[in-house]
């Protein structure tokens, strides 16, 4: 089976312009808008590597992250931040075993595609 990626973000044209970029790369995409979605995701069984924007409405990535350790969903996946917020706060620290990186936007393509390539690696 592929690894998968999945994009959380209800940004579009940030979802968009991460498919192009890691498209490139030949990596099985999924992209979602919201926390919600990517709990469904997980529930029907995705495994890969996420990138998770932090602000989102209704759901924020932190309270997505809070939500999939309650329902024991993380499994083997990876979770990377792709955020724009420049400081975590202690969110971050709360959530460290659960969240590999913190990448900011914006980002540029070969970093998305090393960060990507390299959490993959931890992917079962």
């Known amino acids: 089976m592929d690894?998968?990626?999945?994009?959380?973000?209800?940004?579009?044209s940030i979802r968009e312009t991460v498919k192009?970029?890691?498209?490139?790369?030949?990596?099985?995409?999924?992209?979602?808008?919201?926390?919600?979605?990517?709990?469904?995701?997980?529930?029907?069984?995705?495994?890969?590597?996420i990138l998770m924007d932090?602000?989102?409405?209704?759901?924020n990535g932190w309270e997505t992250i809070a939500a999939i350790e309650d329902e024991g969903l993380h499994g083997e996946n990876v979770i990377c931040m792709l955020t724009?917020?420049?400081d975590p706060g202690p969110e971050l620290e709360k959530l460290?075993?659960?969240v590999m990186d913190y990448i900011r936007k914006?980002?540029?393509?070969?970093?998305?595609?090393?960060?990507?390539s390299e959490y993959l690696a931890y992917v079962q």
């Open 3 to 12: 690894k998968q990626i999945m994009i959380v973000d209800d940004d579009p």
């Open 54 to 59: 932090i602000m989102m409405p209704e759901m």
């Open 106 to 116: 914006p980002f540029a393509s070969e970093e998305l595609l090393g960060t990507v």
């Open 20 to 49: 192009i970029v890691l498209g490139a790369g030949g990596y099985s995409i999924c992209a979602v808008d919201s926390g919600e979605e990517c709990l469904d995701k997980l529930r029907s069984g995705f495994r890969g590597l």
């Open 84 to 86: 724009a917020v420049h």
């Open 96 to 98: 460290t075993e659960r």
